[in-house]
C-alpha cells in the first residue's frame, strides 16, 4: 500500500487509514443517535487531517459531509 | 509517544523537492477533479479553458489552469448572492462564516467553512507556531478582536490543539490587554506588528517593564511590517523576545506561510498545502528565484473553498529553501509579504511604496508612530509628507533625527521632495487589525492607494 508520494505505507500510517476508514464506515450506520454522529464526525474529521497530512489519500468521502 | 522534533509534520516538511512536486501533483489531481464535480463557478471556468479534470494530473499541469482574480470570485459573489456557487461544500454544512476585512476592493468577500476546513486552517498555523518553538504549556495572549475577519481565529485553534494554554482578549481595551498578559504570564503573544508596538507602548505608560516579563515569543501576521528588519528589531527590543512573521488571507483562511526560528529573514512557505507561484504582475509570465512578482496561490487544504492560481496583489521575492539552515525543503519568500501590487503611490513619477517608507522610518528610535499623507497643492501638484509622532523621552534628538530621516527619504525616492513634518504625540490614528498609514487626499490620485 502505497501514500500519495509512491512510498511504501509504514505499519502505522496503515493503521491511521484503517482507523479513518473504520471511523467513515461507522458514521455510514443508518439510525445514530445525534451525539454518536456529532462526535464520530469530530473524530472522523480530526483522523482526515493525520491522513491528508501524511500524505497518505487525497480524495475526501464528502457522502460523510465531514 | 511522542519525540520531540523542530518539525509539526517532519515527513512533509523535510521531503524532497522531486517528491514534494509529486505530492502537489496527486493534490492538485484530486482537487481540480473534486471542484469540476462540485464547483459550479470553478467547472464554468475549467471549461472554458476546454480543459476536463483528465488533462491535469501532474504538477506541471498546474500551469494550464486560468489565472482566478479576485474581481471575477466578487463579481461571482454578486451575481448569485451571499456566496456566489463557488463553494464545493453545501452551504448547510458550513459552522461558520467570514469576510474579507475591507483594505481592498469594492465590497468583502465572504466564505463558509465546515468542520474539517477549521481543523485544517488550524493545522497550517500549528506549523507556524512550532516552528517558531511553540510548544505546550506555553501561555498564547492573542490580541485580537474574534469578529467577522478571519484574522488569528484558526491560530488561536491551533494553539489550543497543540495543548497550550490560550488567552482570549476579545474588545479589551489596550490597558487590560497589557495587564492580563502580565497577571497571567503570557509567554507568546499574537497580534499584527502594528499592535505589539501599541501594546508596548501601553506598557511604558502602566510603567510595566516588558523585557523582564515572561513574553519569549510574539508572532505577528496582517502587515508586511513583520519582517521589515527595522520593525522587526523595534518590536523585538520593546519586548525582549523574539518576533517571527507568519502572512495569510481570508481567501485560503489560514497562513501559507511563516517565519521558522532560525529567523532567515523570509518565510517558508507550506508546500504540502499551496502552491506558490511568483509571476510578472504585467504579463502573468512565472519569475525566476530572487526575482519580484505578484503571489499567485493554489491551495489543496480547504473542500468548501477550492482555490487554482489565484491573483493575490502580494509582491514577493521567492528563494530556494536552502537559504535556510533549518533542514525543512520548502521554499521561502525573502522579507515575507513586500507589499501589495496595487500599493504603489505614484508621486509626480516617483514609485512610492509604504513598506520601503516604513522599512526607513524604523531605521529612527525617535519615532513612535508616522502617517504618509499626499494631497495636491495649487489644485495641480502632487505632494507628499511624512507625519511623525515622537517617543517620549527622544524630544531633545527630534531635530537631527529630522534631517536625517528626510536625507533618507529623499535619497531612496530618486530625490523626490519628500517633507518631514512633526505632529503633536497621540493625534496619528492606532490600528488593532491592518494598519492604514496612508492618507491620499489627492484630486487625482498617481497609484493605487
Not at chain 2, 58 to 63: G, I, M, T, V
Not at chain 2, 67 to 80: C, G, I, V, Y
Not at chain 2, 327 to 341: A, Y
Request: charged share 30%; aromatic share 8%; glycine share 10%.
Amino acid at each position: 500500500m502505497k501514500d500519495l508520494i509512491g512510498r511504501e505505507m509504514t505499519p502505522v500510517e496503515r493503521k491511521i487509514l484503517r482507523a479513518y476508514d473504520g471511523l467513515a464506515a461507522l458514521l455510514r450506520e443508518p439510525g445514530l443517535a445525534p451525539t454518536v454522529v456529532s462526535n464520530l464526525k469530530e473524530a472522523a474529521s480530526s483522523l482526515w487531517i493525520c491522513v491528508n497530512e501524511l500524505g497518505l489519500r487525497a480524495e475526501r468521502d464528502d457522502d460523510l459531509a465531514l | 509517544m511522542t519525540t520531540e522534533s523542530p518539525y509539526w509534520n517532519p515527513k512533509m516538511e523535510t521531503l524532497p523537492r522531486e517528491d514534494l512536486r509529486r505530492l502537489q501533483g496527486k493534490k492538485l489531481r484530486a482537487a481540480v477533479a473534486r471542484a469540476w464535480e462540485r464547483s459550479p463557478f470553478q467547472r464554468r471556468r475549467l471549461e472554458a479553458a476546454k480543459l476536463h479534470p483528465g488533462k491535469i494530473r501532474r504538477f506541471e499541469d498546474l500551469k494550464r489552469l486560468p489565472f482566478t482574480t479576485r474581481a471575477e470570485w466578487m463579481d461571482n459573489q454578486a451575481e448569485k448572492p451571499l456566496f456566489g456557487d463557488l463553494l464545493a461544500t453545501p452551504a448547510e454544512q458550513a459552522i461558520r462564516y467570514h469576510m474579507t476585512s475591507g483594505t481592498t476592493g469594492r465590497t468583502p468577500l465572504r466564505v463558509l467553512d465546515g468542520r474539517t476546513d477549521w481543523k485544517w486552517i488550524a493545522e497550517c498555523w500549528c506549523y507556524g507556531f512550532h516552528a517558531f518553538g511553540v510548544r505546550p504549556g506555553d501561555v498564547v495572549f492573542f490580541a485580537f478582536s474574534y469578529g467577522t475577519f478571519i484574522g488569528f481565529w484558526g491560530a488561536h485553534y491551533a494553539c489550543e490543539k497543540m495543548g497550550c494554554l490560550v488567552l482570549p482578549s476579545g474588545n479589551m481595551a489596550t490597558p487590560n490587554r497589557v495587564r492580563l498578559i502580565e497577571e497571567m504570564g503570557a509567554t507568546v503573544v499574537c497580534a499584527t506588528p502594528t499592535y505589539a508596538l501599541r501594546l508596548a507602548q501601553e506598557a511604558r505608560e502602566m510603567g510595566i517593564d516588558l523585557p523582564k516579563g515572561k513574553v519569549r515569543r510574539l508572532i505577528v501576521s496582517g502587515e508586511p511590517a513583520g519582517s521589515i528588519p527595522a520593525s522587526k528589531r523595534l518590536i523585538e527590543e520593546q519586548w525582549g523576545a523574539v518576533c517571527g512573521d507568519t502572512a495569510g488571507m481570508t481567501e485560503l483562511g489560514t497562513i501559507m506561510m511563516f517565519e521558522c526560528d532560525r529567523q532567515p529573514g523570509g518565510a517558508h512557505v507550506i508546500e504540502d498545502h499551496f502552491i506558490e507561484e511568483v509571476v510578472d504582475p504585467e504579463t502573468g509570465r512565472e519569475v525566476a528565484y530572487g526575482e519580484r512578482g505578484e503571489r499567485v496561490v493554489t491551495s489543496f487544504g480547504r473542500g468548501s473553498i477550492p482555490v487554482f492560481r489565484y491573483r493575490t496583489r502580494d509582491l514577493v521575492v521567492k528563494v530556494p529553501h536552502s537559504r535556510c539552515s533549518c533542514g525543512r525543503t520548502f521554499d521561502l519568500f525573502e522579507g515575507g509579504i513586500l507589499g501589495r501590487v496595487d500599493d504603489m503611490l505614484l508621486v509626480r513619477g516617483t514609485n512610492v511604496y509604504p513598506r520601503a517608507i516604513e522599512s526607513i522610518v524604523r531605521e529612527h528610535a525617535v519615532v513612535d508612530e508616522f502617517q504618509i499623507y499626499l494631497w495636491t497643492a495649487e489644485g495641480i501638484r502632487d505632494e507628499i509628507a511624512v507625519r511623525f509622532e515622537v517617543r517620549a523621552g527622544h524630544e531633545a534628538g527630534w531635530e537631527k533625527a529630522a534631517k536625517a530621516l528626510h536625507d533618507d527619504l529623499v535619497r531612496n525616492h530618486e530625490g523626490l521632495g519628500i517633507l518631514v513634518e512633526r505632529v503633536a504625540a497621540g493625534s496619528l490614528p492606532r490600528f488593532e487589525l491592518k494598519a492604514r498609514r496612508v492618507k491620499d487626499e489627492r484630486i487625482v490620485k498617481g497609484g493605487g492607494a
